[in-house]
């Protein structure tokens, strides 16, 4: 094998900074902090300044103020006036189009970065490359001559080859379809967890963000907003800014009814005071007070019948008012009197079910899937 245990000495390889930059109408302010073997998530509306973040990092634009740690070298520190050129920085920089050489092989994009290895040296890393992004048998072909999902296994490659302090990843996949982009995001995720190089990704796409960060920012108009751990902050979003943004569908606004501390739970109706009622987690609310609960699509389950013998706590029952795609499934929107519940689910549970509009059907969820949301 390739990677490198996880050493003592890798504790070092911990990568973090502030930045202040200001270009044309834009400013930025962030910091980060990113242990070896960490991806660390930038999640943010487009024109955020999630690529202006990394382009600084990497030493491709030079913010006004800051300073920035990649392994146990410093390489910007607006202070003392400490500016590390790019290529000297040890960073791997992968984004959506994978810059592939045309002109060279797939064994020679991969050697590229590899100019002070000695010649053995450069072929066996590229032989490990190969075989750890499973590119066997391309080695002597150009980038036009493999398919795209081995385009950016290749350039995975490339950027690894060097053994980067620090890996950039600017929505490296999206432009690959969806069963592609799992199987190399958990590829790489192991890879660098093996290699110990900790790395920052941008990705628009939630389920890319919560199977791979350890940690998430939001960044918004270039100011880091919400920090923290991936599931928490983008599955159960606490926050209404951020809820909108990573597209809680079910976001109702109701009032406590009452709360039941034994069961850890409490009880929220419509704001009439009328029914559907949902169970809910306990939290520092009290009785009468209005809250926001969210609820994600694809935390429901839609049964054809009353669902008996379960210990979901909400059990709802509705009429079918909408069915449309969304992939990867179908999102069907229940009337639960005055109560529009949206559900996600799979194409094959929506063929199975015969799902229609006007069907009746009851949707089911536990009360820990509710969640309240402040603005
Ligand atoms: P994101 O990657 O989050 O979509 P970017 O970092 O690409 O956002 O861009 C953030 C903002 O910075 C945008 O409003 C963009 O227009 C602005 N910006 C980036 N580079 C420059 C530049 N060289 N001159 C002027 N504005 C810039
Ligand atoms: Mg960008």
């Known amino acids: 094998m390739t990677t490198q245990p996880y050493t003592r000495q890798d504790t070092s390889r911990l990568s973090n900074g502030w930045i202040s930059y200001r270009v044309g109408q834009f400013s930025l302010a962030a910091q980060w902090e990113v242990e070896a ?27 006004q103020e800051g300073s920035i740690r990649i392994g146990d070298r410093m390489v910007f520190d607006s202070d003392s006036g400490l500016f590390v050129p790019p290529h000297r920085r040890r960073v791997g920089f992968l984004t959506q189009g994978h810059h592939l050489f045309p002109h060279l ?12 290895a000695t010649p053995a040296g450069r072929q066996r890393r590229v032989a490990e490359l190969v075989e750890m992004f499973q590119l066997n048998g391309l080695e002597q072909r150009r980038p036009d001559e493999i398919s795209g999902g081995q385009q950016q296994r290749a350039a995975l490659a490339r950027a690894l080859a060097p053994s980067p302090e620090l890996m950039l990843l600017d929505e490296p996949f999206s432009s690959l379809d969806i ?5 190399l995001r958990g590829e790489l995720r192991e890879k660098l967890r093996a290699a110990a190089i900790p790395a920052i990704l941008v990705t628009h796409d939630i389920e890319e963000a919560i199977s791979m960060a350890d940690q998430v920012q939001i960044i918004e108009g270039g100011q880091v907003g919400a920090a923290g751990n991936p ?15 990573v597209g809680v569908e079910n976001l109702i606004p109701m009032v406590v009814t009452s709360v039941q501390p034994q069961d850890g739970t409490m009880v929220c109706a419509r704001q009439d005071g009328g029914s559907p009622r949902l169970e809910v987690p306990l939290s520092d609310v009290a009785q009468g007070d209005q809250v926001t609960v969210g609820i994600r699509a694809s935390d429901i389950i839609l049964s054809d019948s009353e669902p008996r013998g379960s210990s979901a706590r909400n059990r709802l029952p509705g009429v079918v008012s909408d069915v449309r795609l969304r992939p990867p499934g179908y999102q069907v929107t229940l009337d639960c009197g005055g109560l529009d519940l949206s559900c996600h689910i799979t194409g094959t549970s929506l063929n199975e079910m015969g799902i229609r509009s006007g069907d009746s059907l009851w949707a089911v969820f536990k009360a820990s899937s509710c969640f309240l949301v402040r603005d």
């Open 179 to 183: 069963e592609l982009r799992r199987t």
């Open 231 to 245: 599931l928490q902050l983008l599955g159960q979003p606490g926050q209404g800014r951020v809820a909108r943004l």
């Open 37 to 63: 073997g960490q991806l660390l998530t930038l999640f943010g509306p487009s024109g955020a300044g999630k690529t202006t973040l990394l382009r600084a990092i990497a030493g491709l634009v030079r913010p």
């Open 105 to 116: 092989t797939v064994a020679g994009n991969i050697a590229y970065g590899l100019a002070r």
